[in-house]
């Protein structure tokens, strides 16, 4: 465990020294999307890579990843809006977006209108879908930005935040598994927490 987790991030340490804020923008454009890669796994690490290197700023960071994020939910957003809504439950089930998650996401944006494009981006699940439905109803695009650009810049500056006290501790560092696990599982009950809290509970009362 120990050589898995410092290999990973000797590697991402490296392709940031290359990549810099275009990959940290690239990475967070794929997580807007269908791709299965999850923001908590891009921003936290890139944040203690550049308080160790003094190569990249946190302000850098959270503007390409939010940048990033709206590039990739834009570009749901378009498709959607040009696809429509029958194409999209027709086909999104190929592209890993089923008619089940299509329908959550219209829930919520249904529920909470402009402003749950911009709590959306907070959460997990939803902030990868919130863009079909926005392009769906056809929600102005200007509109839709602004929102997104906001969320996510708060998102990856929590998430930067996140990194900086996980840097501190020299055990999880040194990757001992004891302490990757206690991470893991206390990142996965705060964010199991507001998904129950946020999304879960007010689907159930949607329906």
């Known amino acids: 465990m120990h050589d898995l987790f410092k290999g990973l991030f000797d590697w991402y340490s490296q392709s940031l020294d290359a990549g810099g804020y275009w990959l940290v923008a690239l990475l967070m454009a794929m997580e807007s999307t269908v791709v299965p890669l ?14 160790q290197k ?3 700023s946190l302000a850098g960071i ?3 990843g939010a940048i990033g994020s709206w590039v990739g939910a834009t570009a749901m957003y378009w498709v959607s809006r040009w696809a429509g809504r029958p194409l999209v439950m027709r086909y999104g089930k190929y592209f890993l977006v089923s008619a089940e998650k299509v329908e959550k996401a219209e829930r919520w944006a249904a529920q909470f209108g402009s402003f749950g494009i911009f709590a959306s981006r907070l959460l997990p699940v939803v902030r990868h879908l919130i863009g079909i439905p926005a392009g769906i109803v056809r929600m102005p695009f200007g509109k839709f930005s602004a929102y997104t650009l906001i969320g996510s810049g708060l998102w990856c500056a929590v998430l930067c935040w996140v990194g900086l006290e996980a ?3 020299e055990k999880l560092m040194k990757g001992e598994l004891h302490r990757v696990a206690l991470w893991l599982v206390g990142a996965l009950a705060v964010l199991g927490a507001i998904y129950w809290a946020f999304v879960h509970r007010h689907m159930k009362r949607s329906e």
């Open 167 to 169: 840097g501190q501790d």
């Open 38 to 51: 999850p923001s908590e796994l891009i921003i936290p690490p890139a944040a203690i890579i550049a308080h």
């Open 54 to 56: 003094g190569n990249m």
């Open 62 to 64: 959270v503007v390409a």
